[in-house]
């Protein structure tokens, strides 16, 4: 049974950064991907990064690069992102799932419960 368990949400301050785990069972990262989405109040959900199963590329969306990062510990079977120079607009929920890779959303058959990040003074 495939389980995704997000883990490390928090209130942090803008610029601060805040470091999330995604602990996977059921499988290995070797055959998903994993991406990772937010979904803030009254907004959709979109992607702010993913990793790929063979070689651990990264992809990042512009709203995020620079800021974000993502990689994974396969022994862990865990992955984790870590986002820096936090906003108030990056204020979210935050999930991950497990794909085929890219961030388009339906694409993605497997998903965790979200973990809260809130940014705020």
């Known amino acids: 049974q495939v389980q995704l368990v997000e883990s490390g949400g928090g209130l942090v301050q803008p610029g601060g950064s805040l470091r999330l785990s995604c602990a996977a069972s059921g499988f290995t990262l070797d055959y998903y991907a994993i991406g990772w989405f937010r979904q803030a109040p009254g907004k959709e959900r979109e992607g702010v990064s993913c990793i790929s199963s063979r070689d651990g590329g990264t992809y990042y969306p512009d709203s995020v690069k620079g800021r974000f990062t993502i990689s994974k510990d396969n022994a862990k079977n865990t992955v984790y992102p870590q986002m820096n120079s936090l906003k108030p607009e990056d204020m979210a929920v935050y999930y991950c799932?497990?794909?085929?890779?890219?961030?388009?959303?339906?694409?993605?058959?497997?998903w965790g419960q979200g973990t809260q990040v809130t940014v705020s003074s």
């Open positions: 799932a497990a794909g085929p890779g890219g961030l388009s959303i339906p694409e993605y058959d497997y």
